[in-house]
């Protein structure tokens, strides 16, 4: 394997008297397809928030691409290259789709304040190359023909694919993406995970992919981490999560209290 | 190239309506009523789509848009009155130091979310107000004597450059990235926008201008007080951005004309006057909960392929 992008170190979380994620230590090395799996209510979407600085560790470190981010805030990591889509769609509803995708490239362009105020060439210049980049993003997931369309007025699976465009108009080393296929039909899921294996080609980028359903998981992940009750349980290449008895467990002491 | 085609004819509209009721004062068929109600209008427009950039775009609650107000009114009056500078001098002294103000209250307030903000910014407004209450240089509550300076093409210029420095910084990547944090300040962060500079950003220029606003009102009578300065100033500027639809610049533009103008003829009846007021706000918000414009812009009536507000280029 390559180079290491991501280490988490003993990381974990207290929300009052609650232990949400305890002990996480986690690798990723550059190009990697890396499942986070576990029943509902295990800590994955508190991991991706400790990852990207929405939640500071209350233990623990995160050196992403050898720096440590614990302290940074969201945009700060952002910029330094990890990006993420949200369980709850969490789109600018109420602007456009290209829009939506223009505000994630904000940093592609650099005219300033003033320039964009008095329309300077460099503002023009900038808006225009951003208008292009973004379009370019669209016509990846096919939305292009929508794009001036308000982002609420989108199907929900369309919405789907819209979090992922601007996740990755911020040009992520690492994309994190929580639950993307969640309330999608098995067809729309298909598709999506085939798109997720494009993207990750086209744009060399390393994913970290929370998923409920395991079974999907186990397609297209090349090594699965497995967090049940904030804890690590389990972690390996998907044939060996298959067999995993603690893992079995977990998922089945779920479906008998669901 | 279309597109700023029609920005050239809408400054070439805007300079015509100038210039026509320019002549017409200039020719006596408008008294000092009519022409005081045109700068009346105009100060309450620069006020209306400054607050606007920071309620309707960047979506943060601030309600003590007068105290900004008063900032431009006494400094630039102190720099006019008792210093002697030029009007237009004094003018950009008093939107400087009332942006400065708006950073000094806008970064420990903009943490501060929702209703928390609205309290906090109601209380600096007051503080501001206050602080000119107790100064003597400034004539406590007795007022200042200001020189009457503020004429109808100093208002509609004001006017003009209000408006195209917001509309231009709203259609930029600066204004977008204020809608992100206004539409969902997680993911705005999330995407790597730096929310806590674009709101103060916003609010420093919404301060400006409403400085600017302040230094034209002050030169528009003789006298100012703190009491001209009162929360019940900063309501009034809320309701037009309220009215005009959260996020719409023509809707704000709009409505701050429109109870100008009302407020104006019912000024003589002070009780009819808030009976009504309060009448045409409840009749708008039954039937247009959105505002009047909702949030969209006049310009998106002549156009035949819609973009979302805030995010056009004008290529
Ligand atoms: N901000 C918060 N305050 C209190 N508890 C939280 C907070 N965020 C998450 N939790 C708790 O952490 C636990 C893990 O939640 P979550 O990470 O969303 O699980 P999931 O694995 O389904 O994504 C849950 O018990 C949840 O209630
Ligand atoms: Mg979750």
């Not at chain 1, 769609?89 to 290209?98: E, G, N, P, Q, T």
């Not at chain 2, 004094?90 to 103000?101: Q, S, T």
């Not at chain 2, 992100?180 to 201008?209: P, Q």
Request: net charge neutral; charged share 15%; hydrophobic share 50%.
């Amino acid at each position: 394997m390559s180079d290491l992008l991501l280490k988490v170190e003993n990381v974990g979380i207290q929300f009052g008297g609650l232990k949400a994620v305890s002990g996480l230590n986690m690798e990723m090395h550059a190009g990697e397809l890396i499942g986070l799996i576990g029943p509902n209510g295990a800590g994955k979407t508190t991991s991706f928030n400790m990852l990207t600085g929405v939640y500071k560790p209350t233990e623990g470190t995160i050196i992403f691409n050898g720096k440590k981010t614990n302290n940074m805030s969201p945009h700060q990591v952002t910029k330094s290259g990890v990006s993420r889509t949200f369980q709850n769609i969490r789109l600018f509803k109420d602007l456009s789709v290209l829009d939506n995708v223009k505000v994630a490239n904000h940093s592609l362009a650099h005219h300033s304040v003033i320039s964009s105020i008095f329309r300077l060439p460099s503002y023009f210049s900038g808006e225009t190359k951003m208008e292009q980049e973004s379009i370019e993003f669209l016509k990846i997931f096919g939305l292009d023909p929508y794009m001036n369309e308000l982002a609420k007025n989108l199907p929900y699976g369309m919405q789907r694919r819209l979090e992922i465009a601007r996740a990755l108009a911020a040009k992520p080393k690492l994309l994190l993406l929580d639950e993307p296929a969640a309330g999608m039909n098995p067809q729309e899921t298909q598709d999506l995970m085939g798109l997720i294996a494009l993207i990750r080609e086209k744009f060399d980028l390393t994913i970290l992919l929370i998923e409920h359903d395991m079974g999907l998981v186990m397609g297209i992940c090349e090594r699965i981490y497995v967090l049940d009750h904030g804890q690590l349980i389990a972690e390996g290449k998907p044939e060996e999560i298959r067999n995993n008895k603690k893992v079995i467990e977990a998922y089945l002491g779920e479906e008998v209290t669901e | 190239m279309k597109k700023s085609k029609i920005f050239w004819i809408y400054i070439a509209v805007a300079l015509v309506v100038y210039a026509i009721v320019e002549l017409l004062i200039v020719n006596g068929q408008l008294d000092m009523y009519y022409s005081n109600l045109f700068i009346t209008i105009a100060i309450n427009i620069i006020l209306a789509v400054s607050l606007h950039l920071v309620i309707g775009i960047t979506g943060q609650f601030s309600i003590g848009h007068a105290g900004f107000l008063a900032v431009g009114a006494y400094i630039s009056a102190i720099f006019t009155t008792n210093l002697g500078f030029p009007f237009p001098v004094a003018l950009i002294i008093g939107a400087i130091v009332a942006a400065v103000a708006g950073l000094i209250v806008g970064i420990p307030t903009l943490r501060l979310k929702g209703d928390y903000l609205a309290i906090a910014t109601l209380g600096f407004a007051e503080i501001i107000r206050i602080i000119f209450l107790n100064i003597d240089y400034v004539g406590g509550a007795a007022g200042m004597q200001v020189d009457y300076l503020t004429t109808w093409t100093y208002a509609f210029f004001g006017v003009l450059i209000t408006i195209i420095v917001i509309a231009n910084f709203t259609n930029s990547r600066h204004g977008r990235a204020c809608i992100a944090v206004r539409e969902d300040e997680i993911a705005a962060d999330a995407m790597g926008i730096n929310t806590t500079y674009y709101k103060v950003l916003a609010f420093a220029i919404g301060s400006f201008f409403a400085g600017l606003a302040g230094g034209l009102f002050a030169h528009n009578f003789f006298i100012i007080q703190p009491s001209q300065f009162g929360f019940l100033k900063s309501f009034d500027i809320l309701i037009y951005v309220v009215l005009g639809g959260l996020g719409s610049l023509s809707g704000a533009v709009i409505a701050a004309i429109l109870l100008t103008v009302i407020s104006l003829y019912l000024q003589d009846f002070p009780e009819t006057r808030m009976i009504i007021y309060s009448l045409v706000l409840i009749i708008v918000m039954l039937y247009r909960p959105s505002g009047l414009m909702g949030t969209k812009e006049i310009t998106d009536f002549f156009k035949f392929n819609k973009k979302a507000k805030g995010g056009k280029v004008n290529e």
